[in-house]
DNA sequence: ACTGCGTCCTGGGGGC
DNA sequence: TGCCCCCAGGACGCAG
């Protein structure tokens, strides 16, 4: 369920936690918490010691943490934070004990007494740290938190799309304009494409169903039958959703989605057809459809979103 | 090249 | 009470 929203609130949180902070150490309780990591987790543990961490950036539903060793020279590498479903990062005292915490997948110590918890029930998140590469498209290296002029990322990040609340995609940017001839490009149906990570970041599965929502569009609407202008409007339907959640700290069903303190969020209160299976629009009092889709849920109106 | 499906994983909840 | 199945879904790997 972290999508920019969500991410965002983590990276913001910590931010003011870890920059210009020291690790001493690492351990990774679930080897499959780092599975992405080259060398596995001895090489995560000795890639980190004696690292301070530099700016905390966030690409879509990616975030990472910029590292400068020992001799004061910022290494070529990141560390990468992906919460998958339930991934927590969670700042602790350096007293919190570990007792009782089945889903701590990593720890990290920092210096003066500060411990950061990988926590993630699902795993599908995971942490690595990776080499920074130049993105594909050479657009910004992340929205948030970074000077833009690096515009390097960590090589799983290097084939993610500009991030949806990147200032170079406002309205009549260059930039837009070729989202938006890419997104019409394929044959496929509009939430696949908003989806489709390598297009454009940020966006999951509980806002893609928002934004169509908001723009009467049907979740399998084939794109290249859609105008620019239709497209334009579900984009800013999603900007907008994206951005009323990020005010309202996320959106959270249960404790798998917290910041970094484990406070919930509250913008499941605001949600118009997200999990209203059943319930009557609230445009137009139609129950609300759940129908499987990408092998998740798409919840819809069926009178106000019809395909075309 | 592009599209789309299966897989990974855990715990909560409903039905019988 | 216990068991089984379904459900949540981000991103990747691979088949067609």
Known sequence: MPELPEVETVRAGLEPHVLGRRISSAQVYRDR?????????EAFAALLAGRTIGQVVRRGKFCW????????VPEDYALLVHLGMSGQMLVKTSDAGT?????????????????LWFVDQRTFGYLSVEDLVPTVDHGPGGFAGQDVA???????????????LDPALAPGTGARRELNRRLRAGRRGIKRALLDQSLISG???????????RTKVHYDQPTDRM?????????????????????????????????IEGVSGYFARSLNVYGREGLPCKRCGTPILREKFMNRSSHFCPVCQRRR
């Open 33 to 41: 918490a780092v599975r992405r990591q080259d060398g596995g987790p």
């Open 65 to 72: 943490l910029t590292l400068t060793g020992p001799d004061g």
């Open 99 to 115: 007792e009782g915490h089945p889903h701590l997948r990593v720890r990290l110590q920092l210096e003066e007494g500060t411990q």
């Open 150 to 164: 690096a515009a390097l990322v960590p090589l799983a990040v290097a084939h993610i799309g500009r991030d949806l």
């Open 203 to 213: 966006i999951g599965n509980i806002y893609a169903d928002e934004a169509l929502w």
């Open 227 to 259: 105008s620019a202008a239709r497209i334009e409007a579900v984009l800013e339907a999603a900007i907008e959703v994206l951005a009323e959640a990020l005010a309202a700290g996320g959106t959270s069903f249960d404790a798998l989605y917290v910041n």
